[in-house]
């Protein structure tokens, strides 16, 4: 990529940071500006800027086009920023209630329609503008391998949810917030919540078929762009996490930006895989 190139998309950037800031600093159910950007409108940016920077990366990589990539980048980012945080109100009905979860979810949705479509015709990406592609053969296989593999998916994300929460949160919040962590503690969670978590693996690895579907490249291009779409997207999102403390925050930040990047490699490393093939 020339100099020249990589300043146009630069600039592509910022145009978008600039739109997704805009989107995000409005509440379309309340019609109000939204709570995040009144305190602290400087991380809403900056949440803006690193959501725009992942999701760029596979819009350029797409071997598709005009709607067909608009619906996969709006089922990447409406699914990990708004929905994978929504359902969590089935185990968290008193932090997350009910008005929250339809504001996100209502907001969110208008919010990733719009950008989803600006990006892809900020990138030129509305028509093709590649010929002669070769057949793709990534995803197809017998359902007796969909079934093993995504059950292997399920208890992956389980065991990556009890790792993570038990070996990364937890001493990082113990030593940066020891009151706050025992107060977070305090939140008893359901006897089904292993179960739940692993409908939730099923869940990360539906938003990761597209994108690995219609990534260009090896294996590692498209796990980058699912592993950093999951962890960034999400991640950088805690950052406005207002009500939590700065040290609970952190630790948060760090448990899911390992969590949810691990769980994209190993997903794309599992259903990318084709009779031996990474191809």
Known sequence: MNMKRMSLNMLKVLLLTVLLFVLSSVDFLNLRLASGVQAAPAIVLLVAFLH????????????????????????????????????????LPE???PQIVLSLLVNGAISAAVFSICAVWVYGRMKAVDAG?????????????????LALIAIIYVFLYILFGGAIFMPIAAALDPKGLAEASALSLPSWIIPFQAARGLMWAVLALPIIRMMKGRLWEAGLAVALSFAVVMG????????MSAGLRFAHIV????ENFALGWMIVWLLYRRNGSHR
Do not use: C
Not at 136 to 148: A, K, S
């Open 52 to 91: 725009v920077s992942v999701l760029s990366y596979p819009i350029i990589r797409s071997r598709w086009h005009g709607w067909r990539l608009i619906s996969a980048i709006f089922l990447l980012f409406y699914g990990v920023m708004y929905l994978m945080t929504a359902v969590e109100a089935v185990y």
């Open 95 to 97: 932090i997350l209630k």
């Open 133 to 149: 592609q070769e057949p793709n053969q990534r995803l197809v296989m017998p359902w007796t391998q969909w079934v093993w593999r």
């Open 236 to 243: 950088a999102d805690q950052l406005l996490s207002m009500d």
């Open 255 to 258: 448990e899911i930006f390992g």
